[in-house]
């Protein structure tokens, strides 16, 4: 409840405050720039390779419930690289996408996007930014071509270079034929990708992406990614969030996982995966069961976790085919037969589970498993 | 087969139910038309403003003047209801012509002087209105052959003979402005936003100001021209006569602000709403109880005193009085004068309205 108190009173005072900002808008006219500006400037000194730095970043929402979508996150992301923000639904990875497009303002903590700050310089943080956000916001009543020359002159675009860059974005979305078709025709794929490269229009320094395929087909989904990864050779800085593991496999060249708010682990899929302790993992069904199986398996110096799921045994183990004799021995000792077995080498989710010891997009029945799809 | 029916049911009655905003309009929208439709129009006309005028040589009152006079002030058209007339006396008949150009009165009778008692008694009438000079009309004429007067009664319509088709047409252009831009523009400003169209304008580094900016100008125009066209529609059509350019750009000016002042209160009030359905129903019991309280179906004369103060609130109704002012009579910014004022007070008003709730919506 402090921290709603706090943020009623952040309202007050910012009100306050923002005629102050027009005074500062008013030294800016007159000196070029504001003591604050010179103050922001000199405290902001980054690492040339940090493009955006988080410190402390919280956001709480009043109201009924108080809720935290974020929580204490502190992280850099370097200049230059496909950085994925993965979660399950629900963690605060568009609220935390939200804080950093200005839409909202964090309650604790700052983040700088190329030495701007977020609050501060948010008008400057908006001119470096593209941003796709998780839905849709193109007018499907206007054409393709329409769409992306409305935001190219949001975004400034020089009126002269809009033409020539709007057919370059067409034709990198092999969109050139349906330029003049309403967006209200175009498949859901061709919609996202038509967003993606508008985001793009202005060459930002950082391309923000809010599950860029979600609800996409397999093949829509790779022609996305394949897209993503060619805006990235543009020297973009790419945000991307998501919750399927494999996008952020594929794509991403450092992930931070989040979960209920808060940044659980932060590096590069390799590593994320060498993370886990285990090797391989394994899932053995059985007919019948028994209780005394469990401690036995667990004792066994390589495993390292076990677990007793949906008519499975689920193990996590170094070295695994080894240990697969000595397991089903232990099941006959105990009455049991093994009726099916699987290993498989750990994927981000299998991490992400270790990490949480939890299951992805529990609330949320519209999750697809992307293992199913991509089997 | 029923249980789906049934299903149905449930959750549209459940919706309905659950929205206690949208059930009170949807009472309130007959309550309206019962109260202030049946009151605003096909009302009974009564104290229609006329002068009355002795001609010169003035030596002494006739004795027909005076029981004319008298016989006009207690005419009661139904017995019941308050008199039909309210009757101020000139002496002097240049300043009763100017009174009824200005709109002050709308008609004034000349009775003959003591030296020619036997010349006709002659009725000068603002023809612009709908109803109201038929009535004067007749409520003179049976006003003075019921003393027994046998001088006959001479029309001067002092604007020509105005259809109906022509008074209409001028609210008409009004109706124009309010309809297009409550439904159209408030609609499509709510349906942006559900579209998280506007919400993609803030992540641009696009200033709120030229939003706003855009917002009101865009449907300023697209109001404008509605009224526009239904003016020309009036010109070529309904056959409406404009006399000079002064006039034509009077009437665009009129447009012009009514335009941006309806446009700004939509705004505001598309801000407030986050549904479509709740703000439709707001806005059509708006649109109806401004147009029909406007005058533009019906003279406001009609109106019962409890609800003509909604006359002078009602921008409505001065921009309709302003345009009937301009094109039906012809008259200058000497008459709409007042008209303009209140058009800027309320135009000014529903900007800064606008400005505030939306951009409230902005941060």
Not at chain 1, 7 to 15: E, F, L, N
Not at chain 1, 168 to 194: F, I, N
Request: charged content about 20%; overall charge negative.
């Amino acid at each position: 409840m402090d921290s709603c108190m706090a943020q009623t009173w952040d309202r007050i005072i910012g009100r306050i405050i923002s005629s102050g900002r027009m005074y500062d808008a008013i030294l800016k006219a007159i000196m070029g720039e504001t003591p604050r500006d010179v103050v922001a400037r000199q405290t902001v000194a980054a690492p040339d390779d940090t493009i955006i730095r988080i410190e402390h970043l919280t956001k709480t929402f009043c109201g009924r419930r108080t809720v935290t979508a974020v929580n204490d996150v502190t992280f850099d992301v370097k200049r230059g690289e496909i950085f994925g923000l993965l979660g399950p639904n629900g963690a605060g990875k568009s609220t935390l996408i939200r804080i950093l497009t200005t839409l909202m303002k964090p309650t604790s903590g700052t983040a700088f996007l190329d030495n701007y700050e977020v609050t501060r310089d948010d008008e400057r943080v908006r001119s470096i930014i593209g941003v796709c956000p998780q839905n849709s916001t193109l007018d499907i009543e206007l054409t393709a071509y329409d769409n992306l020359a409305f935001y190219g002159k949001l975004v400034n675009v020089e009126e002269s270079l809009l033409d020539t860059r709007i057919w370059e974005l067409l034709a990198m979305t092999e969109l050139t034929d349906r330029a003049h078709s309403k967006v209200a025709t175009l498949s859901g794929g061709m919609r996202r990708k038509l967003e993606i490269v508008r985001a793009f229009i202005h060459h930002p320094l950082i391309l923000f992406l809010d599950e860029p395929t979600i609800g996409l087909d397999p093949e829509a989904r790779h022609e996305v990614w394949q897209q993503i990864s060619m805006l990235n050779t543009e020297h973009t800085t790419i945000i991307l969030t998501t919750h399927y593991m494999d996008e952020a496999e594929k794509l991403c060249e450092r992930i931070a996982f989040i979960d209920q708010g808060r940044l659980i682990s932060l590096d590069t899929p390799e590593n994320l995966k060498r993370v886990m302790p285990a090797g391989e993992l394994f899932e053995l069904g059985y007919d019948t069961f028994n209780d005394g199986v469990l401690p036995v398996i667990r004792s066994h110096e390589l495993v390292i976790s076990v677990e007793q799921k949906e008519g499975k045994i689920q193990i996590a183990a170094q070295n695994g085919s080894n240990l697969l004799p000595t397991l089903i021995t232990d099941f006959s000792r105990f009455g049991m037969t093994a009726t099916s077995v699987s290993i498989r080498v750990p994927s981000l989710e299998d991490v992400f589970l270790y990490l949480t010891g939890k299951k992805f997009g529990h609330n949320d029945a519209d999750v697809i498993d992307p293992k199913k799809r991509f089997s | 087969m029923l249980r789906g029916a049934i299903a149905i049911f449930q959750r549209d009655f459940k919706k309905f139910l659950s929205n206690p905003f949208i059930l009170i309009m949807t009472l309130a929208m007959p309550i309206m038309y019962l109260l202030v439709f049946g009151n605003a129009i096909g009302g009974t006309i009564t104290g229609i403003p006329i002068g009355v005028i002795q001609e010169q040589p003035y030596i002494t009152e006739t004795p027909l003047y005076l029981t004319g006079v008298d016989s006009l002030i207690n005419f009661h058209n139904q017995p019941d209801k308050p008199a039909l007339f309210v009757v101020t006396r000139f002496t002097d008949e240049k300043i009763a012509a100017g009174a009824l150009s200005d709109g002050r009165i709308a008609a004034y009778v000349v009775f003959p002087s003591k030296i020619a008692p036997d010349r006709n008694i002659r009725l000068y009438l603002d023809s612009s209105d709908y109803m109201v000079p038929a009535l004067i009309q007749s409520g003179v004429t049976a006003a003075v052959t019921g003393i027994g007067v046998t001088n006959s009664i001479l029309v001067n319509a002092i604007y020509g003979t105005i259809d109906y088709l022509q008074y209409f047409g001028v609210g008409v252009i009004v109706m124009a402005i309010f309809s297009t831009t409550m439904f159209g523009g408030g609609l499509a400003l709510i349906r942006d936003r559900e579209m998280g169209i506007i919400e993609g304008y803030f992540v641009t580094p696009v200033k709120r100001s030229s939003i706003i900016l855009g917002t009101i100008g865009s449907g300023t125009v697209r109001a404008f021209l509605a009224g526009f066209i239904i003016f020309l529609v009036d010109i070529f059509i309904a056959g409406v006569i404009v006399r000079s350019a002064t006039d034509f750009f009077l009437v665009l000016l009129v447009l012009f602000m009514t335009s941006i002042g309806v446009t700004s209160l939509v705004v505001s009030l598309a801000s407030r709403f986050s549904s479509q359905q709740e703000y439709s129903s707001v806005i059509a019991f708006f649109n109806l109880f401004l147009f029909m309280t406007s005058g533009a179906f019906y003279p406001t004369l009609g109106m019962p005193s409890w609800l003509r103060w909604i006359i002078v609130i009602n921008p409505e109704a001065y921009a309709i009085h302003a345009l009937r002012s301009i094109i039906l009579r012809g008259q200058g910014i000497n008459v709409i004068g007042i008209d303009l004022i209140a058009l800027v007070i309320f135009s000014f008003g529903a900007i800064m309205l606008g400005i505030m709730s939306y951009r409230r919506t902005l941060e």
